[in-house]
């Protein structure tokens, strides 16, 4: 039977975080467990695992959870479980549910909560030293990397002995890196080879696609999606290009922010981005992401949360509550009246040119699903982790973002009343000498080049004068 006979539709319960889909999940259960269907729920973090399990036993609904604490039998315990069927309620990651058969999900409805990762673009910078191990086993033929034919068995062998050797049980003398790049060939996705930089140093990447999901989707009796959105995320676009469709969820539900107690104050002038080469770039001694921080702080009136990127160093920042970037389905917050939000999600260089791979293969743009998945939904969440998401909610909040494409898509989701206050992006300084760069910034324009950026908008995002954006280009087609 072929993978277009078999699919069925993904059932999405789109509300606000905060609107109780799980709740609703957890109300539907007992009726549904009684009429003898069998659940498995998939959670993205293992932080909610404990709150899923007690607010099921508030409501006295047996459950089984199957996490971390199986140790490295987890995927083997949780493919037993699905089989034998004892269970009528399961608790899992989806990572773990992603590696299970997906034929073992017959018989089960299975539910998501969040969006699952459907792609990735590992990058891994290689050194000379370990150059001549990969090639080994490898041959490099137009730009590309593939198994000398003959050497599959030897590759299995030794991603084998690198995993026993992180359990402690053999030594390997094969790196983490290497061991990735062997695993993704044997999984036959596509490795590409860069040529060696000034120093030495080569680039292996590739385009990830997770595609044990659509085979899940079509086994399971019924799929449901509880998120904030899907439109123009990687979870959507991905879904479509492989001929699945959307149908509402029975677990959906309509409650909505109050947006108009919000105010959104982005820290970048409107029409320019918010970017790690811009905000690392020095001002007066300082970096310019720093400056952004002590001036929000000014603005602020309590102690806010913050959410930044590693890269920034703000983990230990005094004054404000630090949350992890990956903060869905946390509700400890709800009492906080301001967020700062100071991560990006623009590609990098290297997943430039994924996205150009996947673009080639199937005849559509991914970069906006892209930015969905990196910057904007990730800045949704983060948001909504204040007292927008109570119900009884009638306290005012303040949320400090990072750019125009932030303040459209909040407005656009779920804080249309909203008001937006862009006099803090212009108390910050952003423009400089667009004829002298800093190294920062002239990585940031190079990155933006091989992207295929316009002159324009590089300009936009950078303050670097279109004249020597330009020839930076033409010396760049010129390399």
Known sequence: MSRIERIKPIHTAIAAPGAGKTEALLSKLPTLISSGKRLVLAIP????SDEIIQRA???????????????????????????????????????????????????WILVLDELPNVVDYPDYPIKPSEIPRILQ??????????????????????????RADARGTDCSTLGSSAANIFRLLLSEVEVFIDQPMSDGTRH??????YLDWWDIFSSAIESHVLAASIKNSEFEVFAQVHGFRFVDSEFTTEWQPVSNLVTICPVV???????????????????????????????????????????????????????????RGLNSYANATEVIVLF?????????????????????????????NRLLEPTLQAV??????????????????QDYRVVDYLLSTYFPDATVDWSLAYTIPSRRDGRRLDEQTEKEVKRLISLETSALEIHRQTGVSRKKIQKMKEAYKAA
Not at 45 to 48: D, H, R
Request: glycine share 6%.
């Open 45 to 48: 973090t293992l932080a909610l």
């Open 137 to 162: 086993f490898t041959v490099e033929r137009d730009g590309q990397l593939w198994i000398i034919d003959g050497l599959e068995e030897q590759v299995r062998e030794q991603v084998s002995t690198n």
């Open 204 to 209: 292996i990447r590739a385009v990830e696609e």
């Open 269 to 327: 002038p409107n029409g320019r981005q918010f970017s790690k080469g811009t905000m690392i770039a020095e001002h007066e001694d300082k970096r310019l992401i720093d400056i952004v921080l002590a001036t929000t702080m000014e603005h602020v009136r309590s102690t806010p949360l913050l959410l930044a990127n590693k890269w920034a160093g703000f983990s230990t920042t005094r004054g404000v509550v630090y949350v992890d970037k990956d903060c």
């Open 384 to 401: 909504t982790r204040t007292a927008v998401r109570s119900r009884d909610n009638v306290k005012k909040t303040s949320f400090y973002v």
């Open 344 to 372: 990006g999600g623009n590609p990098s260089p290297s997943e430039g040119r994924g996205l150009a791979y996947l673009k080639a293969k199937y005849g559509r743009d991914f970069e906006e699903a892209f930015i969905t």
């Open 57 to 107: 036993s508030s409501k006295e609904i047996p459950c089984r959870t199957i996490d971390h604490r199986d140790g490295e039998l987890v995927v083997r315990s949780l493919e037993k479980a699905l089989e034998e069927k004892v269970d009528n309620f399961i608790v899992c990651t989806q990572e773990s549910i992603r590696r299970v058969r997906p034929s073992l999900l017959h018989g």
